[in-house]
């Protein structure tokens, strides 16, 4: 049996065929207490008015919630 670095190779050889890519992502540990006082005081901070207004941006750029996308459109 290969070692294990050589089966991660192996498996990420694997899904490169398959069109993916394997990603990795470091977020805070919410189960933290420090980091969940860091996220109360920054969505305290927010203003309401100026989250509406973001969101409704986002809203509408969206190619997703484009209703002249077509339906079998594939993800780019």
Do not use: C, H, Y
Not at 62 to 75: I, T, V
């Amino acid at each position: 049996m290969p070692a294990p670095a050589e089966r991660m190779r192996q498996m990420r050889e694997r899904r490169r065929k398959r069109g993916l890519r394997e990603l990795r992502i470091v977020i805070p540990d919410p189960r933290l207490t420090s980091v969940r006082r860091r996220v109360a005081a920054q969505v305290a901070r927010l203003i309401p008015g100026s989250e509406d207004e973001a969101l409704s941006w986002i809203e509408a750029v969206s190619e997703f919630d484009s209703p002249n996308r077509p339906a079998n459109d594939e993800a780019r």
